[in-house]
């Protein structure tokens, strides 16, 4: 549990450390500090800090996946697009069907911003639900680009295309979590649920340990 104190800081009192919205790190409290203040669970404190902080996180995070996906992994992208709206997180995908277009459904119905990488030369390619579409014309290429430019990804299902996006993704060093049965690859997270997963998402977005 995070305390939002009087001096409007982020401060985890069990470990005696306060965190800078403005730098993204923590630091030591004073030595015998009484913090008072209102109590955060993780998720809020993502929240609290992209809404009220005035330093929001503006990396985007990325939900990858396949064009082609069943009921309940479409179900699960769209609880993680909800999830990261939710936050005040910005979702980046690849702008398409399936996985793409679920998360980005969530992310709308509570109000969020998703960035959609197209492999198109053509806007109009994005879903319907993309609040930003980026027309790349790359192709498969752009895989990269959604991994490069996430703070960090979380693997819905998926085939080949998403094989390489999280590979990407641990390349670049970016945590990536997996739900509902995502391609094996080491060095992944797997998440049971879509909570668990946004946990996971919410100490990146804090710089806190899993």
């Known amino acids: 549990m995070l305390l939002v104190d009087m001096e409007n800081r982020l401060v985890d009192q069990a470990a005696g450390r306060w965190y800078s919205p403005k730098t993204g790190l923590w630091n030591p409290l004073e ?5 008072t ?19 929001p996180c503006r990396v985007p995070v990325a939900v990858i996946g396949g064009r082609q996906a069943e009921p309940h992994q479409l179900e699960v992208a769209e609880d993680m697009g909800r999830f990261i709206g939710n936050m005040g997180l910005t979702l980046i995908c690849g702008g398409r069907e399936g996985i793409m277009e679920a998360a980005c459904r969530g ?11 197209l492999p198109d030369a053509d806007a109009s390619m994005a879903n319907a639900y993309v609040t930003i579409p980026i027309a790349t014309g790359i192709g498969i290429a752009r895989n990269a680009l959604v991994a490069r430019s996430a703070l960090c990804l979380i693997a819905v299902g998926g085939g080949y295309g998403t094989i390489s996006e999280i590979a990407f993704g641990l390349q670049f060093e970016k945590r990536v979590f997996g739900l509902n049965d995502p391609p094996h690859v080491p060095g992944m997270t797997s998440c049971r649920t879509p909570g668990e997963a946004a946990e996971g998402v919410a100490r990146t977005a804090l710089g806190l340990a899993l």
Do not use: H, K, N, Y
């Open 31 to 35: 030595p015998m500090a009484t913090v």
């Open 37 to 55: 203040g209102r109590s955060l669970g993780l998720l809020d404190a993502v929240r609290w800090r992209q809404l009220e902080s005035g330093c």
């Open 107 to 117: 992310a709308s119905m509570v109000g969020g911003v998703s960035v959609g990488i």
